[in-house]
């Protein structure tokens, strides 16, 4: 295992093919199933598929994670050098042998590569999205009702981007800060696909943008911002195993201050498990990871049953209300799960997944709706008044 190269490019074809596919698939069920409908109308759906198969991708790379097969096949993009376990079955059983709780067995290398042939599957549809939305653009179908091909662009340069780190994953040996962009990455993926398909809606005449309250508008900024910020510090947790350094709750080691390490926590570039002295991490400074991200839930928990009672109050806008006030109390209950029995993979992965549903209900809220300007204008004479 030490000596198999990092990068072997010979399977990458075959993968690429993989990832075709799979994504011909959800890509014939779209055209077939919308065929007499615009153009327009069958990139939305398509992208709608996307951002359902992306969130879907992000709860099995969850998976991957907490059941230690990031590891499975240790080179990228393929497994030792092929486009399946099922060729790589001989290294694999090898290194099995010589390590049976390793981070390569054959369950293990099957899970990582099924989440690579997921990825790029995805990738697929991304691209096709590019590729459809520019040259329905240039063949002037729906003018003014297809979405501007910068957004599927951007979105495509960003698939790349993550694939980028999901081989740094790989060759870096789930080095924490690596890990933790790369959950964000999929995060980011996801509030794109879902920023196009409210737009599409929107170009398409099916909704209309609704007017907030400022205040109400900058709750809902802010909120969302502190979302990705506790987002961030769970990924930490998750990448540094922080998560069992507190098992009690609401306290945290029978103390509401318990030790901590907030230097050696808190230390981005590092690899797995290291300290800064080199040796192994402190339970200190895994103390401190694990808390920061508790106190940090308590406000943004507070934030968003805030905002669903200030959206509540607008008509347009309770479903979102109803979805984020039920997803800030399943984060909750998972959350405190994870602390109180152990960890279990189902908890865990449902975590992964309420955030993720939660960046894609903010995004949609934010991208539906806009801030009045006669209240924003009022509230500035009211301040210049003051």
């Not at 991708?57 to 994670?65: E, H, I």
């Not at 297809?146 to 790349?160: A, F, Q, R, Y």
């Not at 999929?186 to 907030?212: D, I, K, N």
């Not at 401190?288 to 669903?308: D, E, G, K, N, S």
């Amino acid at each position: 295992m030490d000596t198999q190269d990092l990068y072997n490019l010979s399977p990458a074809l075959r993968l690429m093919g993989m990832g075709l596919v799979l994504a011909l698939g959800p890509l014939a069920w779209v055209w077939l199933r919308n065929k007499n409908q615009p153009m327009a109308r069958r990139l939305r759906v398509l992208t709608l598929v996307t951002l359902f198969l992306t969130f879907d991708l992000v709860l099995f790379g969850a998976f991957t994670r907490l059941t230690d097969s990031g590891l499975g096949c240790p080179d990228w993009p393929g497994c030792y050098g092929h486009a399946s376990p099922v060729g790589a079955q001989q290294p694999i059983s090898a290194a099995q042998a010589a390590m049976p709780s390793g981070p390569v067995t054959h369950g293990k290398a099957w899970i990582e590569m099924i989440h690579r042939y997921l990825a790029t599957g995805v990738g697929v549809l991304i691209l096709t999205l590019a590729v459809a939305t520019w040259l329905s653009r240039r063949k002037g179908q729906g003018t003014g009702r297809i979405l501007s091909p910068w957004w599927p662009m951007l979105t495509l340069v960003w698939v790349c981007v993550q694939g980028a780190f999901g081989a740094l994953t790989v060759t870096m040996k789930l080095f924490p800060l690596i890990v933790t962009l790369h959950l964000l990455g999929g995060l980011v993926l996801l509030a794109l696909l879902r920023a196009q398909a409210v737009r599409y809606a929107q170009a398409q005449g099916e909704t209309l943008p609704v007017p907030l309250p400022a205040a109400t508008w900058l709750l809902l900024a802010v909120t969302f911002a502190l979302l990705w910020v506790q987002i961030a510090l769970g990924g930490w947790v998750s990448t540094n195993y922080a998560v069992l350094a507190c098992t009690d709750f609401p306290a945290c080691q029978a103390s509401f201050w318990p030790p901590m390490d907030f230097r050696e926590g808190f230390t981005l570039w590092r690899a797995l498990g290291a300290g800064l002295d080199g040796d192994n991490i402190s339970f200190q400074a895994l103390t401190a990871i694990h808390y920061v991200h508790r106190l940090t839930a308590y406000v943004v928990f507070a934030a968003l049953l805030w905002l669903a009672s200030r959206l509540r109050q607008i008509s347009a806008m309770r479903s979102h209300a109803l979805w984020i006030s039920g997803l800030a109390l399943w984060q909750f209950a998972t959350g405190l799960s994870n602390v109180v029995l152990g960890w279990p993979l189902v908890a865990a992965v449902s975590h992964t997944g309420g955030a993720a549903a939660l960046v894609v209900v903010l995004t949609g809220a934010i991208f539906s709706s806009y801030r009045t300007p006669e209240l924003a204008s009022a509230s500035k004479l009211r301040a210049s008044s003051l």
